[in-house]
């Protein structure tokens, strides 16, 4: 079983840049593949990035491509999302995800993740 805590959300102006952590509790941290989904108010969870058990294989939904970046320390169990040019459509609550069942097929579905965070706040001020 892991614990995954977010961290890093808060407000930010629009074009700004916004890193987030999830720091996991498990030592087999590199066993797990990793993702970020968001939920805006009123909105079903969508889909952010996702990334392999080693952070080779990294994969990212339309609305983020060429904005955001995935990445994964496995030395530190920790999983990042670095936000960069973010736009008031991006204010949403973000959490992470891990998965045994990870592959390059299903990255995107809900139910591949067994485990998630609490998720962490971000507001995009216009």
């Known amino acids: 079983q892991v614990q995954l805590v977010e961290s890093g959300g808060g407000l930010v102006q629009t074009g700004h840049s916004l890193r987030l952590s999830c720091a996991a509790s498990?030592?087999?941290?590199?066993?797990?593949?990793m993702a970020w989904f968001r939920q805006a108010p009123g909105k079903e969870r969508e889909f952010v990035a996702a990334?392999?058990?080693?952070?080779?294989?990294?994969y990212y939904g339309d609305s983020v491509k060429g904005r955001f970046t995935i990445s994964r320390d496995n030395n530190e169990n920790t999983l990042y999302l670095q936000m960069d040019s973010v736009k008031p459509e991006d204010t949403a609550v973000y959490s992470c995800?891990?998965?045994?069942?990870?592959?390059?097929?299903?990255?995107?579905?809900?139910?591949?993740?067994?485990?998630w965070g609490q998720g962490t706040q971000v507001n995009v001020s216009s």
């Open positions: 995800a891990a998965s045994t069942y990870f592959h390059g097929g299903n990255y995107f579905e809900t139910d591949t993740y067994t485990y």
């Open positions: 498990a030592r087999t941290f590199s066993t797990y593949g």
């Open positions: 990334i392999g058990r080693v952070g080779v294989s990294t």
